[in-house]
C-alpha cells in the first residue's frame, strides 16, 4: 500500500522530538507531522484534566491534516490520555508508556528497575502499575525530575546548571542497585550523557521514544498503512504554539534535518509571545 | 485485563515450537494452544490453494476453543494464507514474514540479505517483496532448502545427514556477501547451529520466530488482550495430526516443559497413522 498521509506526532513541547529522529532513521518513506504545545510546557505539573483538554486540541488540530497514526510522544499525556483518546480515534493511536515497559523488562536482569518522569507521570504510577502488571516481581523506583524539563526547553542541556540539576536530582536512586533506568518522558533523551554519567555505565537507559517507533513500525504493518515508495523528498511539517526560533535551535541541533521551517500555531486557549 | 483465553499458533508440523519457545519466555503469563499438521507436512511443496485450504481448517480448529489471538507460525501459510485469514476473522492475526523482514532491514549494515525457507515460501516472494518495498537498496538472495523440513520433523537434526544436506544446500549462498540471513521457516531454528557453521559467525541469522513473539507482545497491549494474572500453573495444549509420539519427542527436547501431553486430533481428510 501506498499512503501518503502522515503520522502524527504530539508533545508537550520539543521532547518529542526524540521520538520523531527515531522515527527519521526507522521509517524512512514516512512523513511526519509535529506538533509541540511548548507555550504550555510543562506539562508535568498540570492537573490531568488540563493535560487531557490539552492532548485532546493537539489531537484535533492534527487530525485536520488527515494524518493515518497518532503517536503520543509525551509520557504526561500518555499516563493520562492514552487510553480515551485511542478509544474514540478511528486511526491507531500509539503512547510511549508501554513500548518502554516491554523494553525495560527485556533489559533487566536483577528485576529493579528505575523510572525517572514528570511529577504528572510520577503520579499517575502508569509506569509502576504497567511494570508490574507484567513482572510481578519487579522491585521499581520512580523519581519525579520536574527540573529537567525547563532546562531542555530553553535549550540549556549543556550548561553546568544541567550537570548540576540532574546529578543532586538523581542522587536518591545511587544506593537502589539499579540496573535499568527508564527515560519516561520523551525530553529526557536530550540529557542522557548527564544522566548516563551520574547513573554509570552499568545502568541501562531506556529510551521510550526509540521503543515507540518499533511499535508505530510494526503497526504501519499491521493496519497495513506503511508508505512504501520512497519519495525524492519528504515534506515534514513542524508546528508549535510557543517560539519558532526557539523550537529551532533545538530541532535543527537534534534532528540536523538541515534547514526546518517551523511554523507557530494558536490552540485553544494559547497565548502566543 | 485478566483474559484467560489462549493464544493459538499453528504449523505444518513441529516447526512453530521455535516460536512457541520464545513465547514462553517473552510472555510467561499468557496460556497457549498449538496445533501442527504434521500428518501433512511439509507444506511447502503443495500448490498455494492447497495450503490455503489446510490453515483454515487449522484455523477452525483454534476459533472452536475461543483462541483470543493467531499467530501463523508457518511462513509457507503466512505467505499464501495470512491476509485472507486476518481480513476474516475477528481476532488479531499475526504472521512470521514481516517480523524478520523488519529485524533483518535492521540488522544488514551492507544490504545484502538472504532468504531461505520452503519451496512454498520461496516461490511466493513474499519476502523479497517486503524487503524491498522497505529498503528499495536492498540485493536479496533467495534459497528454497526443500530439505530441511523433512529432517526436523524426523527429529534427525543431530544427524551427520543432517550435517552434509545443510552444508551442501546453502553453499550458493557463500559467494553472495550476505551480512544476514532470515532463517525463513519456523523449523530452520532447530537447525542452527549447523547453519551458523555454514555461513560463518560474520553472517547474523534472523530468526523470524523470535521477532515474531515481539510483535504478539505488542499486539496483545495494543489491544489490551495481555493476561496480567501470573498463574501458578498454565495449561498449554498441544495437538498434532501426526504421530504423537514424534511430535512429543521433539518438543521436550525444544521445550524442556517437563512432560507434555500431546494430543492427536483429525482434521478435514487428515489421514492418521
Redesign the interface.
Known amino acids: 500500500m501506498n499512503n501518503h498521509e502522515a503520522i502524527g506526532f504530539i508533545d508537550s513541547g520539543v521532547g518529542g522530538l526524540t521520538v520523531v529522529k527515531e522515527a527519521l532513521k526507522?521509517l524512512p518513506?514516512e512523513r511526519l507531522i509535529y506538533l509541540g504545545d511548548t507555550a504550555r510546557c510543562p506539562y508535568g505539573p498540570r492537573p490531568a484534566e488540563q493535560v487531557v483538554q490539552f492532548t485532546w486540541e493537539m489531537t484535533n488540530f492534527l487530525l485536520e491534516k488527515n494524518i493515518k497514526m497518532l503517536v503520543i510522544a509525551c509520557n504526561t499525556a500518555t499516563a493520562v490520555a492514552l487510553e480515551q483518546i485511542k478509544a474514540q480515534l478511528d486511526i491507531?493511536v500509539?503512547g510511549v508508556i508501554?513500548?518502554g515497559t516491554?523494553a525495560a523488562l527485556?533489559a533487566t536482569k536483577n528485576n529493579r528497575v528505575g523510572v525517572i518522569g514528570t511529577a504528572g507521570t510520577i503520579k499517575s504510577g502508569a509506569y509502576e502499575q504497567a511494570l508490574q502488571?507484567?513482572a510481578?516481581k519487579t522491585i521499581v523506583t520512580s523519581l519525579a525530575c520536574p527540573k529537567f524539563v525547563p532546562i531542555v526547553e530553553s535549550n540549556e542541556t549543556h550548561s553546568s546548571v544541567a550537570k548540576k540539576v540532574v546529578s543532586e536530582t538523581l542522587n536518591p536512586l545511587l544506593l537502589k542497585q539499579l540496573d535499568t533506568l527508564i527515560l519516561g518522558c520523551t525530553h529526557y533523551p536530550l540529557l542522557r550523557p548527564l544522566i548516563q554519567n551520574v547513573m554509570g555505565n552499568q545502568v541501562k537507559l531506556i529510551d521510550s521514544g526509540a521503543e515507540t517507533v518499533s511499535?508505530v513500525?510494526?503497526?504501519l504493518?499491521?493496519f497495513d498503512l506503511?508508505n512504501?515508495l520512497?519519495k525524492k523528498q519528504l515534506s515534514h511539517e513542524f508546528y508549535t504554539t510557543g517560539s519558532a526560533k526557539m523550537f529551532k535551535e533545538i530541532a535543527d541541533e537534534w534532528l540536523k534535518l538541515g534547514t526546518l521551517d517551523i511554523n507557530q500555531i494558536r490552540l485553544g486557549g494559547t497565548h502566543i509571545e
Chains 1, 2 share one sequence.
Open positions: 526507522q518513506n491507531p500509539v508501554l513500548p516491554r527485556k502488571a507484567k510481578p511499535e513500525s510494526m503497526l504493518d499491521y506503511a512504501s520512497q
